[in-house]
T-cell receptor
Framework: DADVTQTPRNRITKTGKRIMLECSQT?????MYWYRQDPGLGLRLIYY???????NKGEISDGYSVSRQAQAKFSLSLESAIPNQTALYFC???????????FGPGTRLTVL | QKEVEQDPGPLSVPEGAIVSLNCTYS??????FMWYRQYSRKGPELLMY????GNKEDGRFTAQVDKSSKYISLFIRDSQPSDSATYLC??????????????FGKGTHLIIQP
C-alpha cells in the first residue's frame, strides 16, 4: 500500500462549488504539506503543518483552507472553486528537521 | 525574477548519452539542494540530496553544487529510456525547508530515445 494517499485522484467541479481534497499517510511523519503544480509554474506551496496544532500559510494560500484532523490526515478545501484553481494538487510529508519530502500521487482538479 | 530558474525543455537525447540538467538560483541563503524525479501522472520522488557545495554520486547519477555561481547540476550517465521523466530541482535555507518549505524549479522534461 502507498505510504501517502490522496483522494480523489481526479475531480471535475463547477465554479462556486466547495471541494475537499484529502490526504492520509502511514509514514508516521509529523509534517504535512499541500502543493499545487501548474504547467510553466512548477510546484508552489499552499499550506503546511508541522504538527496537529501548527498550520501555516504557504506562498499561495488565498482561496484555500486546510484542516489537520490527526497526525496522519491533512485535508485541503476550496470554499468556492474558481477556474484558475484548475491544477494538479500534491500532498507531501516529512520528518521534522529533515529534507526529504514524500509526495502522494496527486489529485487532478478541473474547475469549469 | 524567480528565485529558482530551470529550463523546462523538453530535452531529448539518445539512449546511452550523458545528460546534464541545471538550475540557477538567486537566494544566497540556500544551502540544501535536492533533485526530484517525477514520472507522468505520479508524485515527485527524491533522487539526490546535497548540502552546500561539492559533488555527490549515486550510481549513474551525480549531483553538483557550485554555490559561488549559484548553480546546481544533475548528471545522468549511460541514460536509459526509463530515465525519461520530469526532473525538478529544489532547495532550502534550512533543513527540511523550515517555515518556508522547499523552493522548486519548474522542472525539465527529459526524453531518452531508445
Amino acid at each position: 500500500d502507498a505510504d501517502v494517499t490522496q483522494t480523489p485522484r481526479n475531480r471535475i467541479t463547477k465554479t462556486g462549488k466547495r471541494i475537499m481534497l484529502e490526504c492520509s499517510q502511514t509514514k508516521g511523519h509529523d509534517r504535512m504539506y499541500w502543493y499545487r503544480q501548474d504547467p510553466g509554474l512548477g510546484l508552489r506551496l499552499i499550506y503546511y503543518s508541522f504538527d496537529v496544532k501548527d498550520i501555516n500559510k504557504g506562498e499561495i494560500s488565498d482561496g484555500y483552507s486546510v484542516s489537520r484532523q490527526a497526525q496522519a490526515k491533512f485535508s485541503l478545501s476550496l470554499e468556492s472553486a474558481i477556474p484558475n484553481q484548475t491544477a494538479l494538487y500534491f500532498c507531501a510529508t516529512s520528518v521534522g528537521g529533515t529534507d526529504t519530502q514524500y509526495f502522494g500521487p496527486g489529485t487532478r482538479l478541473t474547475v469549469l | 525574477q524567480k528565485e529558482v530558474e530551470q529550463d523546462p525543455g523538453p530535452l531529448s537525447v539518445p539512449e546511452g548519452a550523458i545528460v546534464s540538467l541545471n538550475c540557477t538560483y538567486s537566494n544566497s541563503a540556500f544551502q540544501y539542494f535536492m533533485w526530484y524525479r517525477q514520472y507522468s501522472r505520479k508524485g515527485p520522488e527524491l533522487l539526490m540530496y546535497t548540502y552546500s557545495s561539492g559533488n555527490k554520486e549515486d550510481g549513474r547519477f551525480t549531483a553538483q553544487v557550485d554555490k559561488s555561481s549559484k548553480y546546481i547540476s544533475l548528471f545522468i550517465r549511460d541514460s536509459q529510456p526509463s530515465d525519461s521523466a520530469t526532473y525538478l530541482c529544489a532547495m532550502s535555507a534550512r533543513p527540511g525547508g523550515g517555515a518556508d518549505g522547499l523552493t522548486f524549479g519548474k522542472g525539465t522534461h527529459l526524453i531518452i530515445q531508445p
